[in-house]
């Protein structure tokens, strides 16, 4: 069977995982491929864990991703890029973005915060590439743009051109909100120029 | 979602199951569909009212949308419902008897389980309805399937005079995938014909049918021996066979590609002959159903050796890595496990309430409440088990805080006499299965105090209209109940009942303090929208003085998301007595000004540049 690409997106719920994860999914339905798209949300709206696995393909079955075959992990919240690790094949690659959201559990000082998730996950020898798409997206003003800085992030590790990909996004702001298609032009950008300066790292 | 965004007839979209079956019931013609909102099914209803030429609600429970459909049935109107697994419990009391007259226009059940229970009080294989009722039961395993089988569920209901279960598991509402779609067919529709020995299901005129129920049951057996749904699919390693249905199909062929699998579609009747026949060709069978031995226990009785729970769970999906150490289990073999890196240890991120959400005040005030219990119900407020409140002590079904409570009031020993018994329940809950618990309530003089959390919404499912919002389906203006007046013809004295202010604390604890003493039924609503609906009008933003902060911690047991602390201490009183001090920041991105964390601050260190409503410090209840 040809090979079928594993995509795992995590975060929290509110986030934005199942929107990117969807436009991802568009991007590679305009190419012919044959996508499947799950969640684990559970009641997710409420702050809690997120996973949406997209599997693209000559011919795709099942739609879960299984432990230790994800081509590409994309954490939209550093703990929970922790927290999937395992799902990576040997090889594969995470995208997280460091900005961290700390629940409620944790202010109430019955569970620790990992010290340094990004760190930890290098520690076990994932090739990692690590930025802060919340700040990247304040600084371009409105923090729901951290979903297309993370799609921007994504765009050079694909098995297609990056710009069918910006296409996806553009087209989705096209149809709904043409007043913001430049914006989120510019903050996929940002999030792919935060991956490749990443990349020269040592 | 408005009309524009309606799912055309296309080739390669891409479609949740959920939508897919929407669809599909639209085109098959259907002209009323009714549903009670439930994770996973309920995108089906939401999708299907933006479809034009065809009635939608959302009905105050599962039975009475089941019943809103027989009736359409009954007037010659293709029709259907929807529900999560528990909702056809509620449902099973019309199902029983509608499969005994049958139907007139096509009646399409889909009832969808919560394989895993992502957001579900416990798991149920609905499949077990489809041999109880005598119902033909579909099975799709992704959404183009859905599609289709929805379609032919309405061909077999009108030729069969049968309602038809179509089973769907969140892995098949909640995956999105590739579909082809068609156009609506009009279908021709006669009129009500009056016959008693049809509709009327008494003793005298049941009798008669049951024989009719089992022969159709049996003539759907024959069609499923041949249906074009039930499928055997090639392969080169006949060591073992596979016979599935359901999403579970997709996991066989994704983790045994060379493996021969006989693939149910329709599902029950089940197509004994075909599947022997099968088994003839393969050296074992194994029986892979989501979740228990329901065709397993058939095919053994019908003398077809199988394996089955033997070597997999009788719980949870039966993803590939669940199906790999099952059959080497079953061949003896040792369980090879794909290389991949250990899970590290992360806290838990469990579901919470949301940053100012008005059950925060309730929760937070019940967590003050000492020598209390209570009984809880299903909805957002169900959170409030969780930390920081600890403050709901039961969850069992939809309404059942109102006999759990009664029942622990008549039930309590000594050990329990001083306690005050309290049940918490929400708008929507309350009048899908509440109103009867608290008649019994009344009419029964339980000493009872009932939190009914109204916020104008069907909160956990993302935001339904129900009929304490004012408005329909479709958003538009309805009448809308009125709680209080409800709550005082179910027999509450109008005394006892009150309606509060979820973010006025202090009123809060003094109306929930009178109403625990008095003993005899009483009920305190709260009247307050919930945040995520459009009814929700958010203020400015609090921010904590970080000078002023005393690192008091009081505000963190509110328990909003939007308080973090920023450095912890520790400090010893005069007494001698060490304690945590939290300091604190609020995020102002999610802090919308409800004021509940500035009514704990001791310091008065929680501000705003203008207080937009006066908030009343919360001194009394500190100790």
Wanted: glycine share 8%.
């Amino acid at each position: 069977m040809a090979k079928v690409t594993n995509i795992l997106v995590c975060g929290i719920g509110g986030q934005g995982v199942m929107t990117a994860t969807e436009i991802l999914a568009e991007a590679a339905l305009s190419l012919g491929f044959d996508v499947k798209k799950t969640e684990v949300a559970g009641m997710s709206q409420r702050g809690g864990v997120v996973t949406s696995h997209l599997r693209f393909g000559e011919q795709v079955l099942s739609p879960q991703i299984r432990t230790g075959e994800a081509d590409l992990l994309v954490g939209f919240e550093a703990a929970e890029a922790l927290r999937w690790g395992h799902m990576l094949r040997p090889g594969g690659v995470a995208l997280v973005n460091a900005g961290r959201i700390v629940p409620p559990i944790v202010n109430i000082g019955l569970f620790d915060y990992p010290e340094d998730p990004v760190a930890q996950m290098r520690a076990l020898g994932i090739e990692l590439y690590a930025f802060d798409a919340t700040t990247l997206a304040q600084q371009r003003g409105n923090i729901r743009l951290g979903n297309t800085v993370m799609l921007g992030a994504m765009a050079d590790r694909l098995p297609f051109p990056a710009e069918v990909l910006l296409e996806a996004v553009l087209a989705r702001f096209r149809s709904r909100k043409p007043a913001l298609v430049e914006v989120n032009r510019e903050a996929f950008e940002l999030g792919r120029a935060a991956v490749a300066g990443n990349a020269t790292l040592p | 979602m408005s009309a524009s965004q309606l799912v055309p007839a296309a080739a390669r979209l891409f479609l949740s199951g959920n939508e897919a079956v929407a669809r599909a019931v639209w085109e098959a013609g259907v002209r009323v569909a009714a549903a009670y909102p439930g994770t996973p099914s309920t995108e089906i209803l939401e999708v299907l009212a933006n479809y034009p030429d065809l009635y939608t609600e959302w009905s105050v429970n599962e039975k009475v949308s089941l019943e809103v459909a027989l009736g359409a049935s009954m007037v010659g109107a293709r029709a259907f419902c929807a529900m999560k697994h528990v909702g056809l419990n509620v449902a099973s009391d019309a199902l029983m008897t509608m499969t005994v007259t049958g139907v007139e226009g096509g009646l399409v059940i889909a009832v969808a389980d919560d394989v895993g229970m992502s957001s579900s009080q416990n798991e149920q294989d609905s499949r077990f309805w489809g041999r109880f009722a005598h119902l033909p039961v579909f099975e799709p395993a992704d959404s183009q399937e859905a599609y289709a089988m929805t379609l032919a569920a309405f061909e077999l209901s009108e030729r069969h005079d049968t309602p038809v279960i179509l089973r769907l598991t969140t892995r098949i509402c909640h995956v999105k995938g590739v579909v082809s779609t068609g156009e609506r067919s009009e279908v021709e529709q006669g009129g009500f014909t009056k016959d008693a020995r049809r509709w009327v299901m008494v003793p005298g005129h049941a009798k008669p049918r049951v024989p009719l129920m089992f022969e159709r049951e049996a003539a759907i057996r024959a069609e499923a021996e041949t249906s074009p749904f039930n499928v055997s699919v090639d392969g080169t390693d006949r060591r073992v066979g596979f016979v599935t249905s359901g999403p579970a199909y997709m996991h066989v062929r994704e983790a045994f590609p060379d493996a021969p699998v006989f693939k149910l579609g329709l599902a029950y009747p089940a197509p004994l002959e075909a599947v022997r026949r099968f088994a003839a060709s393969v050296e074992a069978l194994l029986v892979v159903e989501e979740t228990e031995p329901l065709l397993e226990n058939e095919l053994k009785a019908a003398g077809i050796a199988c394996h089955g729970k033997d070597v997999l769970p009788r719980w949870g999906e039966l993803a590939p890595e669940v199906l790999l150490p099952g059959l080497a289990r079953l061949r003896g073999e040792p369980v090879a496990e794909p290389e991949h890196l250990e899970p590290q240890q992360v806290f838990p991120r469990p579901p919470t309430l949301c940053s100012a959400c008005p059950h925060l005040g309730v929760y937070y005030t019940l967590s003050q409440l000492r020598n209390i219990v209570i009984s809880g119900d299903i909805g957002c407020y169900t959170l409030g088990a969780g930390h920081p409140w600890n403050a709901l002590d039961s969850c069992i079904s939809m309404g059942a805080s109102m006999g759990v409570a009664l029942g622990m009031d008549k039930g309590r020993g000594e050990a329990d006499k001083n306690k005050k018994v309290l049940a918490v329940i929400g708008d929507s809950t309350f009048m899908h299965m509440g109103m009867q618990g608290l008649l019994d309530i009344t009419w029964n003089r339980g000493n009872v105090t009932i939190l009914l959390l109204d916020n104008r919404t069907v909160g956990m499912t993302g935001g339904q209209e129900n009929p304490g919002s004012g408005r329909d389906i479709h958003g538009d203006e309805a009448p809308r109940i009125d709680f209080a007046k409800l709550c005082e013809a179910l027999g509450v004295k109008k005394e006892r009942i009150r309606v509060v202010d979820p973010y006025q604390l202090p009123v809060l604890f003094k109306a929930l303090r009178e109403e625990t003493k008095i003993e005899e039924p009483s009920v305190i609503i709260t009247d307050r929208p919930c945040v995520l609906i459009d009814r929700y009008e958010p203020t400015l933003p609090y921010l904590v003085k970080e000078d002023a902060c005393t690192g008091c911690g009081n505000c963190i047991d509110v328990g909003c998301p939007a308080i973090h602390v920023t450095r912890r201490d520790k400090e010893v009183k005069a007494s001698g007595k060490e304690v945590d001090l939290a300091f604190v920041r609020i995020d102002t991105s999610a802090c919308t000004g409800c004021g509940l964390c500035v009514q704990p601050c001791a310091p008065e260190a929680i501000v705003h540049v203008k207080p937009l409503r006066p908030v009343q410090p919360l001194k009394f209840l500190r100790t």
